[in-house]
């Protein structure tokens, strides 16, 4: 509990710089909303997800950090229950995951691309547990 609340606070301290970068924002907001999802703060985590949504939205694609940001909003809306947003952003997550995958011209990164990036492989697992195939 105590690394989690230390982790918060650091989060929250990294979003208040003013001249922090846009991608480094985003990051901070979908860590804090990890960290709250975990300190079962499903509302606030929710928050500060959609934070990050709309700093990916303006900026685009962020690598790696693109599948971390759809997966925490992913989660915090199962969290709070909010089955149709929940379905919508995991179609969008696996969505954008299989046209990154489809790109990687090497089978064996391609695999290892959505079974051992663990945010991958999570949005990879709530896909096929819910149905979503990308496509809704």
């Known amino acids: 509990q105590a690394s989690l609340e230390s982790a918060e606070s650091q ?13 480094i924002r985003m990051h901070a907001h979908a860590q804090l909303a990890s960290v709250l999802l975990d300190l079962a703060r499903p509302e606030e985590a929710l928050e500060s997800a959609q934070e990050a949504g709309t700093i990916f939205g303006s900026i685009g694609q962020v690598g790696q950090a ?66 979503v195939n990308g496509e809704e």
């Open 66 to 131: 693109e599948s971390f940001v759809r997966l925490v909003i992913a989660e915090c809306h199962l969290r709070c229950d909010h089955k149709t947003q929940a379905r919508a952003a995991l179609a969008s997550a696996h969505a954008s995951l299989v046209i990154r995958f489809n790109r990687i011209e090497d089978s064996s990164l391609r695999l290892s691309f959505v079974e051992q990036v663990e945010e991958n492989a999570r949005i990879v697992q709530l896909a096929a547990e819910w149905g």
């Open 11 to 23: 989060a929250r301290e990294a979003l208040h710089g003013t001249n922090t970068a846009a991608t």
